[in-house]
């Protein structure tokens, strides 16, 4: 077995990069529907009548088809709980749940319980509150930190439950980072709370973008750098993020 990681590192290696991917897909998108076949493993974005975003406006017929859809599982209020879709009786197909399958393996080999077990409930994962929403939020930035995989969708299911997709698709790629982008990431990101080791989250996101960080004594700052990117992250006393500064020219 390798060294157990826990749920919550996961997601504070989640929580920018992921955070940015969801401001990306929503300003490509704007307005917009959706459908999923899970039979035939296809997933579709449609143009709005109005207020579609340049993706879809592009798109031949205002649609958009993903490459490949992994549905994760649900999140269903009745019995208050995660189910993965491996474990749904409904029995989808294996092209549709090998990545959850896959994370179940990953969560055997790290010592993950909560990617192991096939029903999880709400309340033994790191929620801000005990819900649906929260819990689909939270499984699927476990599954994009574990797989490498960023895109994602959280829908309606019916009944107050709600179904996570990770897609992919290589026009959902995100630009190459901008001084004004990355410190619009890590001041937002932080009013959603949920981050428990900041400098962590700041490594893994500088990581992620492909910035150069150059951390001071202590670890009170980190320099992040690369073109149109020169940024400085303050930590405070207790190691949260206190402040970014510096210059946020354009790529």
Do not use: C
């Not at 929580?15 to 999923?36: K, M, N, R, T």
């Not at 202590?218 to 510096?246: C, K, N, P, S």
Request: glycine share 12%; net charge negative.
């Amino acid at each position: 077995m390798s060294d157990p990681v826990t749920l919550q590192q996961l997601l504070d290696d989640a929580a920018f990069l992921s955070f940015e991917h969801q401001l990306h897909l929503a300003d490509q998108l704007g307005e917009h529907s959706w459908d999923v076949d899970l039979e035939r493993g296809r997933f579709a974005f449609r143009a709005a009548a109005s207020g579609a975003g340049p993706l879809l406006a592009q798109a031949p017929s205002g649609e958009l088809v993903a490459h490949r859809v992994h549905l994760l599982g649900t999140a269903a209020p009745g019995p208050r709980s995660w189910l993965w879709s491996w474990a749904n009786p409904s029995g989808f197909g294996e092209d549709t749940t090998d990545l959850a399958r896959w994370l179940r393996d990953f969560g055997d080999r790290f010592a993950v319980p909560e990617l192991v077990r096939a029903e999880v409930p709400f309340a033994e994962l790191p929620l801000s509150e005990p819900d649906a929403g929260h819990a689909v939020g939270a499984v699927i930035d476990v599954a994009k930190a574990a797989s490498q995989r960023w895109w994602s969708y959280n829908g309606d299911a019916g009944g107050g439950t709600r179904a996570a997709f990770l897609l992919e698709h290589p026009a959902f790629e995100l630009p190459a980072p901008d001084g004004l982008r990355v410190a619009r990431v890590l001041t937002e990101r932080l009013f959603a709370g949920g981050i428990a080791d900041h400098r962590r989250a700041v490594a893994a996101y500088a990581s992620g973008r492909g910035l150069q960080q150059r951390w001071e004594p202590g670890h009170t700052g980190a320099r992040l750098t690369a073109h149109g990117v020169d940024l400085r992250v303050r930590f405070d006393e207790q190691g949260r993020i206190g402040g970014v500064q510096g210059q946020a020219s354009p790529a």
